[in-house]
């Protein structure tokens, strides 16, 4: 019997990668299938609107969306592990969306200790659109919540 490779926090920013540019509710439900298969545990988001009053809200909803889904638990150090991670996926995209409506998803992935926010948004005004990815990781201890 051959065992299961190891997965790893490449793997885990790849799935919440996969889980971010998820085009559909359909799509994003399969994808949360295919990622639970392998072990790793994933949720998504959308969002939209002026990027600048926009943060906290995205935070916001990371942080539900990672506790309804289990992939953290209710307690402050699940959430703030997703609050940073989503603040810091969102730090590498401020120059270019400042001032700008945006509009996209967050995906949040996590297996054992390695959790990851991505953020993949169209940044711009009417339909002259630039696109935009961040995408961060944090460890958490795997002794409860999505593990």
Not at 37 to 64: H, N, P
Not at 107 to 113: K, V, Y
Request: hydrophobic residues 45%.
């Amino acid at each position: 019997m051959q065992e299961k490779a190891k997965i790893t926090s490449i793997d885990v920013g790849r799935a919440a990668l996969k889980m971010a540019v998820s085009a559909s509710r359909a799509e994003e439900r399969a994808v949360k299938e295919a990622l639970l298969k392998e072990g790793i545990r994933g949720a998504a988001v959308d969002f939209g609107g002026e990027f600048l009053l926009l943060v906290v809200k995205i935070i916001e909803r990371a942080v539900v969306a990672a506790q309804r889904e289990k992939i953290v638990s209710e307690t402050h150090i699940g959430a703030g592990a997703v609050a940073g991670a989503a603040h810091s996926a969102l730090e590498q995209a401020k120059n270019k969306a400042a001032g700008f409506n945006v509009g996209g998803k967050i995906g949040i992935a996590r297996c054992g200790e390695h959790l990851c926010v991505a953020i993949y948004m169209g940044v711009g005004v009417l339909n002259l659109n630039e696109l935009c990815v961040g995408l961060a990781h944090r460890s958490l201890p795997c002794d409860g919540g999505g593990d």
